[in-house]
C-alpha cells in the first residue's frame, strides 16, 4: 500500500510539474542566429509554438521598439505566408553609415496563406536586423498571435528585475557586448577582393607578355629559315649555272 501510495503522489506530483513547466516552454520567443552585438547586425529568429489542440496560428505581429528603432529591418521570405513590414516617420532623425534615417520599421506582420502553424508544431519567422543600438542590453519585442478560431494571445507583458516571469511574457532579445568584428570582416572582404583583383590582373598582364615573347621567337624562327632558305636557293642557282 505504501508503496502504491508513493508511486501515485509521485505520478502526481510529476503531473503538476509538468502543468506548470509546460508554458514556459510555449511561449513566443526571440533568438539570434549566431549573436546580436551592439552595434552591428544579426539575423534573429522569432520562434512561435501552437498551444492550441485545435486551431492554427494563422497570424503574427511583432512590433518593435519604439526607444530604439531599427533602419533595417528585412525579412526573409517563406512559403505560404504573406509578410508586410510597416514602418513610420521618425520624431528625430538617425544616422546610420553617414545617412540620416528619417523612418523606421514599427512592425511586422506574418499571415497565413494556407494552414498556418498547426496543432503540434512550431514555426520561426526570421528577420535580418540592425543596426541594433549600442545602449541597451536588451530589445522587448512585443507579439501578439492569433489562431484560427480567431482567439488572439498577446505577448506584451514585458519581464521586471527580480521578479518572476509573467504569463504571458514579451519576447526579449539579449545584446552582446559591441564587438568591431563585423567591420573588420568588411575591410577584410575589401582588401580580399582587392587582391585577388590585383592577382587576376597581374596574371593577365603575364600571360600577354608569355604570349608576345613566344610569338616574337617563333616570328624570328621562321624568318631565320626564310633567310636560310633563300641563300641555299641562291647556292643552288649559282652552282646550275657554272655547270
Excluded: C
Amino acid at each position: 500500500m505504501k508503496a502504491s501510495r508513493l508511486a501515485a503522489v509521485t505520478a502526481v506530483a510529476g503531473t503538476a510539474v509538468l502543468a506548470v513547466s509546460s508554458p514556459a516552454f510555449a511561449h513566443v520567443s526571440v533568438q539570434p542566429e549566431g549573436t546580436a552585438a551592439k552595434g552591428g547586425y544579426a539575423v534573429i529568429d522569432f520562434k512561435v509554438p501552437n498551444e492550441r489542440d485545435n486551431a492554427s496560428t494563422t497570424k503574427v505581429e511583432v512590433t518593435f521598439p519604439a526607444d530604439h528603432p531599427l533602419a533595417s529591418v528585412m525579412p526573409q521570405p517563406m512559403a505560404g505566408w504573406k509578410i508586410e513590414v510597416t514602418k513610420a516617420k521618425l520624431a528625430k532623425p538617425m544616422e546610420m553609415h553617414g545617412e540620416k534615417i528619417s523612418e523606421a520599421v514599427t512592425k511586422v506582420t506574418w499571415t497565413a496563406e494556407d494552414k498556418g502553424v498547426e496543432p503540434g508544431y512550431f514555426q520561426k519567422f526570421p528577420l535580418s536586423v540592425g543596426a541594433l543600438p549600442e545602449n541597451t542590453d536588451e530589445l522587448v519585442f512585443k507579439a501578439i498571435q492569433t489562431y484560427s478560431n480567431k482567439e488572439v494571445v498577446r505577448w506584451i507583458e514585458v519581464q521586471q528585475k527580480g521578479q518572476e516571469e509573467p504569463e504571458n511574457p514579451a519576447p526579449t532579445l539579449a545584446l552582446s557586448a559591441a564587438t568591431d568584428d563585423h567591420h573588420a570582416t568588411a575591410a577584410e572582404d575589401t582588401a580580399a577582393k582587392t587582391e585577388t583583383t590585383a592577382s587576376d590582373e597581374s596574371g593577365s598582364t603575364g600571360g600577354s607578355d608569355t604570349t608576345a615573347r613566344v610569338l616574337g621567337v617563333v616570328g624570328i624562327v621562321v624568318g631565320a629559315a626564310g633567310v636560310a632558305y633563300g641563300v641555299l636557293a641562291g647556292r643552288r642557282r649559282s652552282t646550275g649555272s657554272e655547270a
